[in-house]
């Protein structure tokens, strides 16, 4: 079923009539290359350089969000390498009836799914005071309950190859809540519980189940919630935004081979703004 064969992984053993740099170079492959990866909320900001990061390590990918015009424009900013392919399917994941069918639709386009990238927009701004009873459930619906659809679809096929990656994209909020975000908050500290207790189910299935945490990168999301977000370069201690290119690497190498021991784990990645030693 699907296009693209399972992945096989060959072994790399010294031969002396080869240069060393042979050697370094493979060394810092990914081995994640012909791999199956669903990529959610990635038209634009980390979503889609996490994309980016997979298919420039060979992997198979289809991304997908609400807009099909902002899809088109995200695959012509995407550059896949080693015959690698990649393709778009329109979904709203706060929906649980297109969460499966989304599912359904990459599991055809891919053959498997290998890799669940798990992202979404998060929900608007506001205070305890501010924020209806009902805009809880949209942002549970959008930032929690997303990803256990998502993982109660690939879940599964997974176990079943004996292989996988979950890394869900969450927030350093969950870490240190922010002001006038309650609903971002909210949801993602829940998603984390979710992911933790789902990594010690699974780890034995040869799954891994990790979430990042970003900080301030600087994407649509950021600009939208503050007027000058390079402004705020002046409170991280490294001195400057996040690069959402530099974040996709990170994801990329949490999906790899190399990173098959990670698991259960919640990474900041903030440029230290964070003061809590966890």
């Known amino acids: 079923r699907g296009r693209h064969p399972t992945h096989g992984s060959a072994s790399l053993s010294f031969d002396p009539e080869r240069p060393l740099?042979?050697?370094?170079?493979?060394?810092?492959?990914l081995g994640i290359s012909g791999r199956r990866a669903l990529v959610t909320g990635a038209s634009s900001g980390l979503g889609l350089a996490t994309a980016r990061a997979l298919v420039a390590q060979g992997v198979h990918v289809v991304i997908a969000a609400r807009s099909s015009d902002k899809l088109a424009s995200a695959l012509t900013t995407c550059t896949p390498t080693r015959g690698a392919t990649i393709s778009s399917l329109v979904a709203d994941v706060s929906d649980p009836d297109q969460v499966l069918q989304l599912v359904e639709q990459a599991t055809e386009i891919l053959g498997s799914i290998d890799i669940l990238i798990a992202n979404a927009g998060?929900?608007?701004?506001?205070n305890f005071a501010s924020t209806p009873f009902a805009a809880y459930d949209v942002a549970l619906r959008l930032n929690l309950l997303s990803t256990v659809a998502m993982c109660q679809a690939v879940v599964p096929q997974m176990q079943q190859q004996k292989w996988g990656r979950i890394v869900a994209i969450t927030s350093s909020s969950v870490r240190e809540p922010i002001d006038r975000l309650i609903l971002s908050n909210t949801a993602r500290a829940?998603?984390?519980?979710?992911?933790?207790?789902?990594a010690r189910e699974v780890a034995g299935d040869g799954i891994t189940v990790n979430s990042l945490q970003p900080g301030l990168h600087l994407t649509d999301r950021l600009s939208s919630l503050y007027p000058d977000p390079q402004a705020l370069a002046s409170s991280i201690p490294s001195g400057h935004l996040g690069d959402?290119?530099?974040?996709?690497?990170?994801?990329?190498?949490?999906?790899?081979?190399?990173?098959?021991?990670?698991?259960?784990?919640?990474?900041?990645?903030?440029?230290?703004?964070?003061?809590?030693?966890?």
């Open 21 to 29: 740099d042979f050697f370094y170079t493979r060394a810092m492959e």
């Open 122 to 126: 998060g929900p608007p701004p506001g």
């Open 190 to 198: 829940g998603l984390t519980g979710f992911l933790k207790t789902l």
């Open 244 to 278: 959402p290119d530099d974040f996709g690497h990170v994801a990329a190498f949490i999906c790899s081979e190399h990173a098959k021991f990670i698991t259960g784990v919640a990474i900041p990645l903030d440029g230290g703004a964070l003061h809590g030693l966890q």
